[in-house]
């Protein structure tokens, strides 16, 4: 198994799941600052959306989108399962890994590429620099309503740490690197980062 690894909260999100479930790949590392994923090579070989992490199976299969390359993981890695042992507890996995990266996630990232990755991303995507500011501000404002959902909680699924967990971590550890940085007032946020800080994983 072959893993296309790069800079960036997406591919840094598998490397933890990987490292929670004890699954080592060959790692590839692919030169994203330089674009090398936007080139015909990449796109035609690997991902054709030009994005990382990609995740390559000795068959040639590839996987990509990073909850879909953690939900092949879960299944051959080691250990309990991150997303769940049965149907109620993979849909209340999926329910907020779905809100941590619809609300959360997409908007610290369009956030980055509008406005401080504008040079990086100008000449990749579509993008909408006067929208860089209130998609920072959204990504604030759910990260205050998760807050508030995190009372009493030590995961973000209650007792159990799951994939929704390595998803929220990845993206608010990268959001403080890029000037988006979890408010202050968020204590139950702030309090499971620390828990999460303390995982061996969090080193991947
Ligand atoms: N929806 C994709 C998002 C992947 C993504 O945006 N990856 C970033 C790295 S964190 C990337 O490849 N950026 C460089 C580019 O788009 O050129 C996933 O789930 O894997």
Known sequence: ???YNSVGPN????????????????????????????????????NPMGQLPALV??????ITEITAICEYLDEIG????LIGKDAR??????????????????????????????????????????????????????????NDQMDGKEWVCGDRFTMADIL???FLEFGANVGQAVNDNNKNVIAWMERMKARPSAAA
């Open 57 to 62: 199976l000795d068959d040639g299969q590839v």
């Open 11 to 46: 591919p840094r999100m598998v490397r933890i799941f990987m490292a929670e479930k004890g699954v080592t790949p060959e790692l590839v590392d692919v030169d994203l600052r330089g674009g090398e994923n936007r080139q015909s090579d990449y796109m035609t070989k690997v």
């Open 1 to 3: 198994m072959k893993f």
């Open 168 to 170: 929220l971590f990845a």
């Open 89 to 146: 507890e993979r849909a209340e996995t999926r329910m907020w890994t779905r809100r941590i990266d619809l609300h959360i996630c997409e908007t610290m990232g369009a956030a980055f590429r509008f406005g401080p990755g504008l040079k990086m991303f100008q000449s990749r995507i579509h993008c909408i620099p006067a929208a860089a500011e209130d998609f920072a501000q959204i990504a604030q404002e759910k990260i205050a309503w998760l």
């Open 78 to 81: 080691k250990g309990d399962s």
